[in-house]
Nanobody, 126 residues
Framework: QVQLVEAGGGLVQAGGSLTLSCLAS????????MAWFRQAPGKEREFVSC???????DYADSLKGRFTTTRDNAKNTVYLQMNSLKLEDTAVYYC????????????????????WGQGTQVTVSS
């Protein structure tokens, strides 16, 4: 089993920045493919980014250039740095993990991740 604990959410003004972290335990972190998803009120959970065990990174097209995902295998932690935040970035942000390898496009699917964190709220105010 893999346990994931997100941190770093909060209230931020539009245009500001916030960095989320996700601490993983229960399995060798370097072997995990990690991802961030988010879910706004009344909407489906959507893909934000993923960073594979290989270090390859993918982003949702709409977020490229504003969001950056990194990982620190020594700290068992994945990060999501969010810049130039917009009102529409308000959501609960979830960290997810899978030990499986799959075609690149499948990393964007919520169904492909076996492990999830509890989520952290990010609220962007005007």
């Amino acid at each position: 089993q893999v346990q994931l604990v997100e941190a770093g959410g909060g209230l931020v003004q539009a245009g500001g920045s916030l960095t989320l972290s996700c601490l993983a335990s229960g399995r060798t972190f370097s072997t995990l493919n990690m991802a961030w998803f988010r879910q706004a009120p009344g909407k489906e959970r959507e893909f934000v980014s993923c960073i594979k065990s290989s270090g390859n990174i993918d982003y949702a097209d709409s977020l490229k250039g504003r969001f950056t995902t990194t990982r620190d295998n020594a700290k068992n932690t994945v990060y999501l740095q969010m810049n130039s935040l917009k009102l529409e970035d308000t959501a609960v942000y979830y960290c997810a993990a899978t030990g499986s390898s799959m075609p690149p496009w499948e990393y964007r699917s919520t169904y492909k991740y076996a492990y999830w964190g509890q989520g952290t709220q990010v609220t962007v105010s005007s």
